[in-house]
C-alpha cells in the first residue's frame, strides 16, 4: 500500500533523517569542522542563557566568560584560527609575563620568617680545638652580621651522611646581609673534611685560631684528663707527653699541636688567601684587634668595639656586653692547668720548634711563640 504523504510531513522526515545521521556522525568521528559547529552553538547558547555579559577573556584552555561579579563562568576549548588566534596567544603570553612569579621554597621561608632563613654556612672556623674556638665564636657574635650557630655540629667529620639539607637546617636562620657561621674544631685534623667542605662551597673562608703549640697540649690534656675514662684518667701530665726521655709523639694531644701538618691539607683545596688565622693567646690578652682583623677578612661592618668585649676581673677573661646583658664562657673554659716543669716545658717546646717554623712560612705569618 503506497502511502500517501503530504509535502509537510515529507519535508519533517527528511528533516530528521538528517539530523539523526549528524547526531550519529558527530558522536563518531567528532571531526574538526562539527568541534567548530558545537562550539559555536555552545556559545551562542551560552550568551542567550546565561547571565554573561561581561567581556571575553582568553586563557589557556579556551574562553573564559566572565560574570558581572567578576567571577570566570565558564571555560571552552579554543578552536579559533588566524589573526584572532594570533590575538589570544599574544594577550595569553602577555598575562603569563605580568603575572608575578611563584617565589621558590627558599624565599617563602624568608617571608615567613621576617626576611630570615636558614642557609649553609659561608664561613667555618676549623680548629684548634683548646686554642680559644668558642671564645672566638661568641665574641664574633655580638656583630650584628654574625648568625652563629651554638653547638659543634662535626657534619663534614661525623654526620655526612645525614647530607647536605640536614646540615643547613642546623643553622641559625640568618638574613641575607649575614654570614652563617658554625665552628667543629675537629675539622682541621680530619684529612677528609678539606674535600667535603670545597665540595659544599669553594669559597667558603676558613678561620683558624691556633695557640702556643705546648699550652695547647696541657689544655687538652686538662680537659680530656677530667673526661676520660681510659689510661689518661690516670696518667700525669708528665706521663702522657712523655715516653721515656722522649716526647711521645703518638699521643693525639701532640699531634693535634702540629699544625702545619694539618694545614698542609687545607692548602691542597683552598688558597691561603681564604684562610685567616687568629692568635688565640692574644685573644686571651687582647681580644679586639683580633676580632677586628676577622671582621675584616669576613668583610663586615667595622662594629665591634671595646663597648662589647670589656675584661671582667672576677672571671679572669674577656667577656661580652650587649645593650641588654653581658656573657662570659662557662666555667669550663679557663680550666686551672697542671703544674709543667720548666725542663718538660722546654722538651715540648723544642719539639714543636721545627714545625712552628714550617707553619709560619706556610702561612706567610708568624706567632710569638718560644
Ligand atoms: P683553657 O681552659 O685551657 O684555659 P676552646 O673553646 O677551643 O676549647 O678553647 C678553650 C680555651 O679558650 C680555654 O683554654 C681558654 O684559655 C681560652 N679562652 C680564650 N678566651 C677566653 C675567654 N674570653 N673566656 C674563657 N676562655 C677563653
Known amino acids: 500500500m503506497a502511502a500517501t504523504w503530504s509535502k509537510k510531513q515529507k519535508a519533517f522526515l527528511l528533516l530528521l533523517a538528517v539530523f539523526l545521521m549528524l547526531t550519529i556522525v558527530g558522536r563518531l568521528s567528532y571531526s574538526k569542522q562539527f568541534h ?20 571575553v577573556i582568553p586563557n589557556e584552555d579556551g ?22 588566534a594570533e590575538n589570544i596567544q599574544r ?23 621576617g626576611g630570615k632563613a636558614q642557609r ?27 648568625a652563629a650557630c651554638g653547638p659543634e655540629i662535626h657534619f663534614f667529620d661525623k654526620n655526612y651522611k645525614k647530607g647536605l639539607q640536614w646540615y643547613q637546617n642546623q643553622m641559625k636562620p640568618s ?24 665540595k659544599m662551597n669553594k669559597n667558603t673562608k676558613l678561620l683558624v685560631i691556633v695557640r702556643e703549640p705546648t699550652t695547647r697540649v696541657i689544655s687538652d690534656y686538662t680537659q680530656l684528663k677530667e673526661k676520660s675514662t681510659s689510661w689518661l684518667s690516670k696518667a700525669t701530665f708528665e706521663g702522657a707527653v712523655l ?5 711521645r709523639s703518638s699521643y693525639k694531644a701532640v699531634q693535634i699541636s702540629i699544625y702545619v701538618k694539618h694545614v698542609l691539607n687545607w692548602l691542597k683545596y683552598f688558597p691561603l688567601s681564604q684562610m685567616h688565622f687568629v692568635d688565640g693567646d692574644k685573644l686571651i690578652s687582647n681580644p679586639l684587634p683580633e676580632l677586628k682583623a676577622v671582621e675584616k677578612f669576613l668583610g663586615m661592618r667595622d662594629v665591634i668595639s671595646s663597648d662589647m668585649i670589656y675584661f671582667n676581673a672576677t672571671r679572669g677573661f674577656y667577656c661580652m656586653a650587649s645593650e ?4 662570659c664562657l662557662n666555667s669550663n673554659k679557663g680550666r686551672e692547668h697542671p703544674y709543667v716543669s720548666p725542663e718538660l716545658m722546654n722538651k715540648l717546646q723544642d719539639y714543636f720548634r721545627p714545625y712552628n717554623e714550617k707553619f709560619f712560612k706556610t702561612i706567610n705569618q708568624r706567632f710569638d711563640w718560644p
Open 91 to 113: 594577550q595569553i603570553k602577555l598575562k603569563k609575563a605580568l603575572k608575578p612569579p611563584k617565589p621558590s621554597k627558599e624565599i617563602r621561608i624568608e617571608l615567613a620568617t
Open 63 to 84: 574562553v573564559t566568560f566572565w560574570t558581572e561579579n567578576g567571577k570566570p563562568k565558564k571555560s571552552m576549548p579554543r578552536k579559533i584560527s588566524g589573526a584572532k
Open 324 to 327: 641588654f646583658n653581658t656573657k
Open 120 to 146: 649553609l654556612p659561608q664561613a667555618i672556623i676549623i680548629g684548634v680545638r683548646k686554642c680559644g674556638t668558642r671564645a672566638l665564636l661568641e665574641m664574633l657574635e655580638t656583630h650584628p652580621q654574625i
Open 36 to 55: 567548530g559547529l558545537l562550539c559555536a552553538a555552545r556559545t551562542f547558547h551560552h550568551f542567550v542563557t546565561s547571565d554573561t555579559n561581561g567581556p
Open 175 to 198: 638574613t641575607p646581609d649575614q654570614i652563617t657561621i658554625e665552628k667543629t674544631p675537629g675539622y682541621i685534623i680530619a684529612p677528609e673534611v678539606p674535600e667535603l667542605v670545597y
Open 243 to 247: 715516653d721515656g726521655n722522649q716526647i
